[in-house]
């Protein structure tokens, strides 16, 4: 299992945290209670690991438990690759 953590928490901090916030991310922060993540961010965030990872994320796994937090995001992409290879 590869820890992404630090890459997607980078995107994360960079592109979706409030600029002014200064925003440190755990792996099991909540993503969703912290408003860093919304519906709309969810697809930035797919797109984001669509293009870096070259995995293709169906609908029916756009659901709050791979995305809640750096930690739920990783272990999803984990068993992406592991599926493709």
């Not at 912290?34 to 609908?59: P, T």
């Amino acid at each position: 299992m590869t820890d992404f953590s630090d890459t997607i928490r980078s995107f994360i901090e960079r592109e979706m945290a409030p600029q002014d916030s200064g925003t440190t991310l755990s792996s099991s922060d909540s993503l969703i209670e912290k408003g860093i993540v919304d519906s709309l961010g969810v697809q930035r965030l797919i797109a984001y690991l669509e293009k870096e990872f070259d995995v293709q994320i169906v609908d029916t796994e756009i659901v709050p438990e791979n995305f809640e937090s750096i930690g739920s995001v990783v272990n999803f992409l984990n068993l992406k690759l592991g599926a493709k290879g």
